[in-house]
Structures are given as C-alpha cells and as structure tokens.
C-alpha cells in the first residue's frame, strides 16, 4: 500500500512508484517538430539522442533504429491528425527497480505530441525582455549538454522570469560566464561577429543552434565563432537572440537597459525556411 495525496491505495493504482524518470531524474528527451508529415532535422535528433542515452549508460534496443523512432513519431501524429504541423517529445527512461543504482539499464519511452500553429518559422518582432538567472548555476560538464529530466534550473528559472515580468533569462555556468537562456541556445552578434558559447561550457548542444551555426555563415559579411560569453558583453551587443528547433530564432529585444536590433535574427529565420522548402 501507499499514501497518495492522503488516501491509502495499492501499490498498483499508482505507475510512479517504480518509475526511475519520476523518482530520480533517470531520463532523456528529445523534442522534434514536425511539418506535412516529415520530422524537421530527424538525423541530428537521432544521433543526439543515442549519444545521452549511452552516456547515462542506458542500453539501446537493437530495434531502436531512426527508422522505428520516425515511424513511432509519425504513426502518432497522424492518429491525433495533427500530421501538418506539430511538436512531439519523446522521453527515454530506464526501467523500474533499483535505488540510485539501477537493477538493469533496460529503456521504455513515451512519446507525446500537440499541435503547432504555424507550418514555416515565424519570427516575433514583439518586445522580449530578458535579464541574467543568478540563483543556480548551470555546471561545465558533459551532462550539462544532453537533454536529462533533471531541469530544475530551467523551472525556477522559468518562475523567477514570470514573477518579474520577463520573457526569458540567461543562464550562467559555475564561473560565471553566459552559457544559454531557459529555453534554447543564445546567441550575440557584435561587430559582424555572431557569436555563442561553446558546448564545453554547458551549454546544450542544440540542433538548431547547429543549423544556425552553418546558416550564418553562409551571410556576406558575418564571421562565426564558438566563444566564451561574459555578461559585460551582452551589453555591448548589437543583437541577441534564442533558437531551438520549435520556435527558430527568437530576437531578445531588450537587456537591462540596452535594446537591440533584430536584422539578422529576420535573414536567418528566412534562410531557415528557404533551407526547409517551408516558403
């Protein structure tokens, strides 16, 4: 028997009881978008995903094949007619028993999906206010750079922004150097130099942010660089901006006190598409 919420029920009544995801974070998710029935950059998806389960040491079913995991995502969508524009999340855990130390590293997976309400990117030119996330800091480690269950810093941080009217925060890692915002890669463009931060200093290795990487320096006149971030240099940018894989670009309109231009944020959303066949 167990207590849930004050009522003495079975054991069986209750699917977290075992679940290692729920009771210690002992998972791994990716989160994909589709659009007219086809999973946007499944490859890097893929890989990437393989990559963090077998560095939590999980094993990988020999059925587990990009194939099957496109098939699953699809069959999915198309059930719940959503197939024309969607965001879907698959989450990897490993299977029940153990306490930190698990009985196997057998995996099952859930995958959910909803409905997007755009087909191409879409570039917001509103005002988006951001500030700097000081209560925790992100650690310079390789776990840091896989997509885990544990984000705890991204929930407070996401309540901290709420409660002081802001669109979004940056994170900092353990020496005090800017590594991404609550909901993507960051990126700064400073004297025709487009710069973020690399994946060494905890930063997500985002599969937008390696779209955008390669994007960018197909602009005339723009150098790109992998670079260490300061807070002092946020201030002294002439654009910022946030992208993952189901908004694009994001343009950070305003820091503190400084307010900033959105003109390459607009090229890059465009080549995006163009990049996608979604114009």
Avoid at 75 to 96: C, F, G, Q
Avoid at 213 to 233: H, Q, R, T
């Amino acid at each position: 028997m167990i207590n849930f919420n004050g009522a003495i029920v079975s054991e069986d009544a209750n699917i977290l009881v075992q679940n290692r995801g729920f009771l210690y974070g002992d998972a791994v998710f990716e989160t994909v978008k589709i659009v007219n029935g086809k999973i946007l950059f499944l490859e890097d998806h893929y890989f990437r995903l393989m990559s963090s389960m077998r560095v939590v040491r999980m094993e990988i079913p020999m059925d587990f094949t990009m194939e099957y995991l496109e098939e699953q995502i699809l069959t999915l969508v198309k059930n719940n007619n959503i197939e024309s524009s969607s965001r879907a999340r698959i989450t990897v855990y490993r299977n029940d028993g153990g306490y930190y130390l698990p009985q196997n590293n057998t995996v099952s997976f859930l995958i959910q999906a909803t409905l997007l309400e755009n087909t191409a990117y879409f570039l917001s030119e509103s005002e988006y206010e951001v500030d700097l996330y000081k209560d925790f800091y992100v650690t310079k480690q390789l776990l840091s750079s896989i997509k885990t269950t544990n984000r705890l810093i991204n929930v407070t941080g996401s309540i901290y922004a709420n409660e002081n009217g802001l669109d979004n925060c940056i994170l900092l890692n353990d020496t005090k150097n800017v590594v991404e915002a609550l909901q993507g890669n960051i990126f700064m463009l400073k004297d025709n130099r487009l710069i973020t931060p690399p994946v060494s200093e905890g930063c997500l290795n985002g599969v937008m942010r390696k779209q955008i990487l390669e994007l960018a320096k197909k602009i005339n006149g723009i150098e790109v660089a992998e670079e260490i971030i300061s807070p002092f240099d946020l201030q002294k940018a002439d654009e910022l901006f946030v992208t993952n894989v189901i908004k694009g670009v994001q343009p950070i309109t305003k820091y503190r006190k400084k307010e900033f231009s959105i003109e390459v944020s607009k090229t890059l959303v465009a080549k995006l598409n163009e990049s996608l066949s979604l114009v």
